[in-house]
């Protein structure tokens, strides 16, 4: 080779290559050994692997009773949770691109919880639940603070949406804001001069400029929302019985500690290939309702 | 949208909702503070009241019990070393890409782009494994060398749009006065990706200090511990004893909390931009 080729060589191994190198270890490596190990006996700790081929999923698809169920919650949480954090994200962000004296203030408020990871978050909301809402029941003998919270499967799963909208809102309030910064004022000047309500505004003129920022928000939300494993943890462990138990903390106790390895890449595989399918059905719907300016 | 029209008795009405609704979102903190130094007594007979008496002692104890100063400093080091080297090693695998776009970097871009799609849990079984069979477990050193492969695809992601936009004349100027392409990358193009930097920078310091399940899958001795290991051991000890719990709660939040408040512009505009494209 000339030396110019061998400059090359150099370059794309100085440049491209420590990145490369630890995704290939850290990423593609464990991806891909999980694929095989799915179609396996491993349980982590003895040396022998046995190939059992479609056990595994046969198993989950057919015996394993707590699989569907955490799938089923995941799905219903990440509805509610979608829907919930983007209207309060989307209408904080209306409200906060008004001249408010304390815009910026409200602003740094709403995004705060953010910040805070979700483990430590869920500790908080614990005593709040536990606690706090008794002592706000008592105060003011509004039934609502005085059911079980965390307690039962309907409190439960409301527990952890509630978290999860006042963590995440704020999140897409600052996304939603640089969008609704950026539609020209001109635009909604025709549309009130035109003799459009607020409503009318909002929907037709607004919405529709801003899909882009849609887009991303709904696509951070869902991934966030089926992908949540701190809050889970940490707010209710899964528990009572089982009842709030999401797919990844599902993978993660049938991992490390019902020691099923095989068992639990399988349920993983599954994991990613329904992370993926949602993800490209999610980009392709919202890319087509995007409207140029 | 922006609009900068009269502040009528309208706005003045969503003004005052608008801070209702701030407050309730702050509520929780109230709680969190409050009891946090109150007398477990005191905490249990009303948690919504002032403290009776400040028990000030209430933090000397959580600090000293969940060892706080080694667990910042462990957070400290891992999360400063690693958003420094991804940064880094992405802005380098991000530039070659642009600018030699052969079919292999192409392909290899796409890979990182598509790894973006899999989730964590997808891929922590084997990791276990593959971190054990080299050596990386239990220290503090490899639990860096996982977040530089994790946080290598949206990183890379974000430096190629932004280097994309960067006019190639400079380079091409300096590599005419006889800069090395190493010399080039160095002082040419790595000052001017420093908005860039600044938005990776953020966005992987918030993810890596705030993470719990890789560092509990890779470290386990506890003088390794993070600020989220070591809240959520001393919590599987101490569960119920909120008077310990709460305090070591607002330890554990406050330098996120603090880093937040001082970088806040950065912060904001980091997610703008890293989300625009995301």
């Known amino acids: ?293 | 949208m922006e609009s900068g029209k009269k502040y009528g008795g309208r706005t003045f009405v969503t003004e005052v909702v608008m801070i209702i609704v701030g407050l309730v979102f702050l509520v929780p903190f109230y709680f969190l503070l409050v009891n946090s130094v109150k007398s477990f007594g005191d905490l249990l007979s009303n948690a919504a009241n002032w403290p009776a008496a400040f028990e000030w002692s209430n933090y000397q104890r959580a600090w000293e019990i969940t060892k706080f100063p080694q667990a910042f400093s462990n957070s400290f080091i891992i999360t400063a070393a690693s958003i420094l080297l991804i940064a880094l090693l992405s802005a380098m695998a991000a530039y070659r890409m642009v600018r030699h776009n052969s079919r292999f970097n192409k392909a290899l871009f796409m890979i990182f782009v598509a790894a973006m799609v899999i989730p964590f849990q997808s891929i922590m079984i084997p990791l276990v494994k593959v971190t054990g069979m080299i050596h990386l477990t239990d220290s503090i050193g490899g639990l860096i060398i996982c977040y530089l492969g994790f946080g290598a695809p949206l990183s890379i992601f974000l430096f190629h749009g932004f280097v994309k936009s960067v006019p190639v004349e400079i380079e091409e100027a300096a590599v005419v006065d006889g800069c090395s392409p190493y010399a080039v990358f160095w002082r040419v193009v790595f000052p001017l990706l420093k908005p860039m930097f600044v938005t990776v920078v953020i966005l992987n310091s918030l993810w890596i200090w705030n993470d719990y399940l890789l560092p509990s899958l890779v470290l386990q001795s506890a003088e390794h511990r993070t600020i989220p290991l070591a809240t959520y051991a001393f919590f599987g000890q101490y569960t119920k004893q909120w008077d310990l719990a709460l305090p070591a709660l607002v330890l554990g939040i406050a330098p996120i909390v603090a880093f937040f408040l001082a970088m806040q512009k950065y912060i904001i505009e980091g997610i703008t931009a890293g989300s625009v494209k995301g």
Request: net charge positive; hydrophobic share 55%.
């Open chain 1, 1 to 293: 080779m000339s030396r110019k080729a061998w400059s090359q060589v150099g370059q794309q191994l100085f440049f491209i290559g420590p990145a490369t190198f630890f995704f290939t270890l850290i990423v593609v490596i464990p991806f891909l050994l999980g694929m095989y190990y799915s179609f396996t006996d491993w349980n982590g700790v003895s040396g022998t692997v046995a190939w059992v081929g479609l056990d595994n999923f046969t198993q989950i698809f057919a015996k394993d009773s707590d699989f569907f169920p955490a799938f089923w919650f995941t799905t219903k949480f990440t509805i509610v949770g979608v829907v919930l954090t983007n209207l309060l994200g989307f209408g904080l962000a209306y409200v906060l691109t008004k001249p408010l004296k304390l815009r910026n203030a409200l602003r740094t408020i709403f995004f705060m919880p953010n910040v805070i990871g979700g483990l430590l978050l869920g500790f908080i909301w614990q005593f709040i639940f536990v606690k706090g809402f008794s002592a706000i029941g008592d105060a003011t003998g509004i039934g609502f603070f005085n059911l079980p919270w965390l307690g039962d499967e309907i409190t439960a799963f409301w527990g952890i949406i509630i978290v999860f909208v006042w963590q995440t809102a704020g999140y897409l309030m600052v996304i939603y804001i640089a969008a609704m910064t950026n539609v020209p004022k001109d635009v909604m000047e025709a549309a009130e001069i035109d003799g459009a309500t607020r409503g009318q505004v909002l929907r037709h003129v607004i919405v529709p400029l801003i899909m882009p920022a849609v887009t991303v928000c709904l696509f951070l939300a869902i991934s966030w929302s089926f992908k949540m494993f701190d809050l889970n943890l940490s707010l209710t462990k899964g528990g009572p019985f089982k009842s709030t138990e999401s797919v990844a903390l599902n993978i993660y106790l049938e991992a490390f500690q019902n020691n099923r390895y095989g068992l639990g890449t399988a349920k993983a595989f599954l994991f990613f290939i329904i992370v993926a399918v949602i993800t490209l059905i999610q980009v392709r719907i919202t890319k087509s309702k995007e409207v140029e300016v």
